[in-house]
T-cell receptor, first 111, second 113 residues
Framework: AQSVTQLGSHVSVSEGALVLLRCNYSSSVPPYLFWYVQYPNQGLQLLLK??????LVKGINGFEAEFKKSETSFHLTKPSAHMSDAAEYFCAVIGDDKIIFGKGTRLHILP | EAQVTQNPRYLITVTGKKLTVTCSQNMNHEYMSWYRQDPGLGLRQIYY???????DKGDVPEGYKVSRKEKRNFPLILESPSPNQTSLYFC????????????FGNGTRLTVT
Protein backbone atom coordinates (compact mmCIF):
# COMPACT_ATOMS: atom_id res chain seq x y z
CA ALA A 1 0.00 0.00 0.00
CA GLN A 2 1.20 3.48 -0.71
CA SER A 3 1.75 6.25 1.81
CA VAL A 4 3.00 9.81 1.93
CA THR A 5 4.97 11.55 4.67
CA GLN A 6 5.48 15.29 4.74
CA LEU A 7 8.18 16.35 7.16
CA GLY A 8 7.18 19.40 9.16
CA SER A 9 3.61 20.52 9.62
CA HIS A 10 4.83 24.14 9.68
CA VAL A 11 7.78 25.67 7.85
CA SER A 12 8.86 29.30 8.11
CA VAL A 13 11.20 31.03 5.67
CA SER A 14 12.17 34.63 5.14
CA GLU A 15 11.00 36.47 2.07
CA GLY A 16 13.60 35.91 -0.67
CA ALA A 17 14.97 32.74 0.92
CA LEU A 18 14.89 29.22 -0.48
CA VAL A 19 11.71 27.23 0.08
CA LEU A 20 12.13 23.49 0.68
CA LEU A 21 9.13 21.34 1.55
CA ARG A 22 9.86 17.65 2.05
CA CYS A 23 7.81 14.72 0.85
CA ASN A 24 8.66 11.03 1.06
CA TYR A 25 6.44 8.31 -0.34
CA SER A 26 6.14 4.57 -0.41
CA SER A 27 4.59 2.69 -3.27
CA SER A 28 4.79 -0.86 -4.54
CA VAL A 29 4.51 0.30 -8.13
CA PRO A 30 6.03 3.25 -10.00
CA PRO A 31 4.15 6.19 -8.56
CA TYR A 32 2.49 9.26 -9.92
CA LEU A 33 3.32 12.19 -7.62
CA PHE A 34 1.63 15.54 -7.16
CA TRP A 35 2.00 18.74 -5.20
CA TYR A 36 -1.10 20.79 -4.48
CA VAL A 37 -1.37 24.20 -2.83
CA GLN A 38 -4.25 25.49 -0.73
CA TYR A 39 -4.62 29.22 -0.20
CA PRO A 40 -6.84 30.45 2.64
CA ASN A 41 -10.53 29.81 2.09
CA GLN A 42 -9.93 28.00 -1.18
CA GLY A 43 -9.76 24.46 -2.48
CA LEU A 44 -6.56 22.74 -3.49
CA GLN A 45 -4.90 23.67 -6.76
CA LEU A 46 -2.37 21.61 -8.70
CA LEU A 47 1.18 22.96 -8.49
CA LEU A 48 2.93 20.24 -10.45
CA LYS A 49 2.93 16.53 -11.15
CA UNK A 50 5.36 13.76 -11.97
CA UNK A 51 4.21 10.85 -14.09
CA UNK A 52 7.09 9.54 -16.20
CA UNK A 53 10.10 10.98 -17.97
CA UNK A 54 12.12 13.92 -16.68
CA UNK A 55 12.63 13.69 -12.94
CA LEU A 56 12.81 17.45 -12.43
CA VAL A 57 9.33 18.85 -12.79
CA LYS A 58 8.52 22.54 -13.09
CA GLY A 59 5.23 23.89 -11.87
CA ILE A 60 3.38 27.14 -11.51
CA ASN A 61 4.57 30.18 -9.56
CA GLY A 62 8.26 29.22 -9.82
CA PHE A 63 7.99 25.95 -7.91
CA GLU A 64 9.72 22.76 -8.95
CA ALA A 65 10.15 19.27 -7.56
CA GLU A 66 12.57 16.45 -8.19
CA PHE A 67 11.60 12.80 -8.21
CA LYS A 68 14.36 10.72 -6.59
CA LYS A 69 13.51 7.06 -6.79
CA SER A 70 16.49 5.95 -4.72
CA GLU A 71 15.43 8.21 -1.87
CA THR A 72 11.68 7.76 -2.45
CA SER A 73 11.38 11.52 -2.27
CA PHE A 74 9.61 14.29 -4.15
CA HIS A 75 10.67 17.49 -2.39
CA LEU A 76 9.23 20.83 -3.47
CA THR A 77 11.50 23.84 -3.89
CA LYS A 78 11.41 27.49 -4.90
CA PRO A 79 14.58 29.59 -5.09
CA SER A 80 13.11 32.77 -3.65
CA ALA A 81 10.04 32.94 -1.44
CA HIS A 82 7.36 35.59 -1.89
CA MET A 83 4.77 36.68 0.63
CA SER A 84 2.12 35.32 -1.72
CA ASP A 85 3.53 31.79 -1.28
CA ALA A 86 2.09 31.60 2.23
CA ALA A 87 -0.30 28.66 2.03
CA GLU A 88 -0.66 24.99 2.88
CA TYR A 89 1.03 22.49 0.60
CA PHE A 90 0.04 18.89 0.10
CA CYS A 91 2.05 16.10 -1.45
CA ALA A 92 0.05 13.23 -2.98
CA VAL A 93 0.84 9.86 -4.51
CA ILE A 94 -1.09 7.52 -6.78
CA GLY A 95 0.38 4.06 -6.68
CA ASP A 96 -1.88 1.06 -6.56
CA ASP A 97 -5.37 2.32 -7.14
CA LYS A 98 -6.07 5.53 -5.28
CA ILE A 99 -4.64 8.90 -4.44
CA ILE A 100 -3.20 9.37 -0.97
CA PHE A 101 -2.52 12.84 0.43
CA GLY A 102 0.08 13.81 2.97
CA LYS A 103 -1.05 15.69 6.06
CA GLY A 104 0.12 18.99 4.65
CA THR A 105 2.80 21.59 5.42
CA ARG A 106 1.83 25.14 6.21
CA LEU A 107 4.37 27.58 4.77
CA HIS A 108 4.86 30.87 6.60
CA ILE A 109 6.77 33.70 4.95
CA LEU A 110 8.58 36.09 7.28
CA PRO A 111 9.04 39.69 6.10
CA GLU B 1 -14.77 28.74 -16.85
CA ALA B 2 -13.91 25.17 -15.89
CA GLN B 3 -14.81 24.68 -12.27
CA VAL B 4 -16.17 22.55 -9.47
CA THR B 5 -18.96 24.31 -7.61
CA GLN B 6 -19.97 23.41 -4.08
CA ASN B 7 -22.87 24.79 -2.12
CA PRO B 8 -23.23 26.05 0.48
CA ARG B 9 -19.84 27.48 1.50
CA TYR B 10 -20.84 27.58 5.17
CA LEU B 11 -23.44 25.56 7.00
CA ILE B 12 -24.38 25.40 10.65
CA THR B 13 -26.89 22.77 11.68
CA VAL B 14 -28.03 20.73 14.65
CA THR B 15 -27.51 17.08 15.43
CA GLY B 16 -29.84 14.80 13.50
CA LYS B 17 -31.11 17.28 10.93
CA LYS B 18 -30.59 15.84 7.46
CA LEU B 19 -28.54 17.95 5.07
CA THR B 20 -27.17 17.83 1.54
CA VAL B 21 -24.06 19.50 0.17
CA THR B 22 -24.20 19.86 -3.57
CA CYS B 23 -21.30 19.49 -5.98
CA SER B 24 -21.34 20.16 -9.70
CA GLN B 25 -18.57 20.16 -12.33
CA ASN B 26 -18.68 21.50 -15.87
CA MET B 27 -15.63 19.68 -17.28
CA ASN B 28 -17.34 16.43 -18.30
CA HIS B 29 -15.15 14.57 -15.80
CA GLU B 30 -15.74 10.88 -15.20
CA TYR B 31 -14.33 10.79 -11.67
CA MET B 32 -15.71 12.67 -8.67
CA SER B 33 -14.86 12.43 -5.01
CA TRP B 34 -15.60 13.87 -1.59
CA TYR B 35 -12.97 14.62 1.06
CA ARG B 36 -13.03 15.98 4.55
CA GLN B 37 -10.16 18.06 5.88
CA ASP B 38 -9.42 18.15 9.59
CA PRO B 39 -6.45 19.79 11.38
CA GLY B 40 -3.52 17.41 11.64
CA LEU B 41 -5.25 14.73 9.59
CA GLY B 42 -4.96 16.17 6.09
CA LEU B 43 -7.53 15.11 3.50
CA ARG B 44 -9.44 11.90 3.94
CA GLN B 45 -11.61 10.46 1.22
CA ILE B 46 -15.25 9.86 2.05
CA TYR B 47 -16.73 8.47 -1.18
CA TYR B 48 -15.80 8.47 -4.82
CA UNK B 49 -17.45 7.76 -8.14
CA UNK B 50 -15.79 6.48 -11.30
CA UNK B 51 -18.84 7.17 -13.45
CA UNK B 52 -22.60 7.63 -13.43
CA UNK B 53 -24.38 5.20 -11.08
CA UNK B 54 -21.03 3.89 -9.79
CA UNK B 55 -19.99 4.90 -6.27
CA ASP B 56 -17.53 3.41 -3.79
CA LYS B 57 -16.53 3.97 -0.20
CA GLY B 58 -13.38 5.83 0.61
CA ASP B 59 -11.51 5.79 3.90
CA VAL B 60 -14.16 7.41 6.13
CA PRO B 61 -17.63 6.68 4.67
CA GLU B 62 -19.55 6.15 7.93
CA GLY B 63 -22.41 8.60 8.35
CA TYR B 64 -22.39 9.77 4.74
CA LYS B 65 -24.24 8.91 1.53
CA VAL B 66 -23.68 9.95 -2.05
CA SER B 67 -25.38 9.53 -5.39
CA ARG B 68 -24.29 9.93 -9.00
CA LYS B 69 -27.40 10.11 -11.12
CA GLU B 70 -25.86 12.54 -13.60
CA LYS B 71 -22.27 12.92 -14.69
CA ARG B 72 -21.94 16.51 -13.53
CA ASN B 73 -23.46 16.21 -10.03
CA PHE B 74 -22.25 14.36 -6.94
CA PRO B 75 -24.16 15.43 -3.80
CA LEU B 76 -23.01 14.49 -0.31
CA ILE B 77 -25.82 13.57 2.08
CA LEU B 78 -25.67 13.47 5.86
CA GLU B 79 -28.83 11.69 6.97
CA SER B 80 -28.31 12.33 10.68
CA PRO B 81 -25.36 14.64 11.25
CA SER B 82 -23.37 14.41 14.47
CA PRO B 83 -20.83 16.82 15.99
CA ASN B 84 -17.90 14.62 14.89
CA GLN B 85 -18.85 15.46 11.31
CA THR B 86 -17.97 19.09 11.89
CA SER B 87 -15.29 19.61 9.27
CA LEU B 88 -14.25 21.26 6.03
CA TYR B 89 -15.52 19.31 3.04
CA PHE B 90 -14.17 19.33 -0.50
CA CYS B 91 -15.56 17.94 -3.70
CA UNK B 92 -13.12 17.13 -6.49
CA UNK B 93 -13.25 15.80 -10.02
CA UNK B 94 -10.86 14.51 -12.67
CA UNK B 95 -10.77 12.80 -16.04
CA UNK B 96 -10.33 9.54 -14.17
CA UNK B 97 -7.00 8.45 -15.54
CA UNK B 98 -4.28 7.76 -13.00
CA UNK B 99 -2.17 10.74 -13.92
CA UNK B 100 -5.09 13.15 -14.14
CA UNK B 101 -4.96 15.89 -11.53
CA UNK B 102 -7.92 16.59 -9.29
CA UNK B 103 -9.89 19.82 -9.60
CA PHE B 104 -11.27 20.96 -6.27
CA GLY B 105 -14.23 23.04 -5.23
CA ASN B 106 -13.77 25.87 -2.74
CA GLY B 107 -15.01 23.84 0.17
CA THR B 108 -17.97 23.71 2.54
CA ARG B 109 -17.38 24.43 6.19
CA LEU B 110 -19.91 22.43 8.19
CA THR B 111 -20.59 22.89 11.89
CA VAL B 112 -22.88 20.45 13.68
CA THR B 113 -23.97 21.48 17.17
Amino acid sequence: AQSVTQLGSHVSVSEGALVLLRCNYSSSVPPYLFWYVQYPNQGLQLLLKYTTGATLVKGINGFEAEFKKSETSFHLTKPSAHMSDAAEYFCAVIGDDKIIFGKGTRLHILP
Amino acid sequence: EAQVTQNPRYLITVTGKKLTVTCSQNMNHEYMSWYRQDPGLGLRQIYYSMNVEVTDKGDVPEGYKVSRKEKRNFPLILESPSPNQTSLYFCASSLGEYNSPLHFGNGTRLTVT
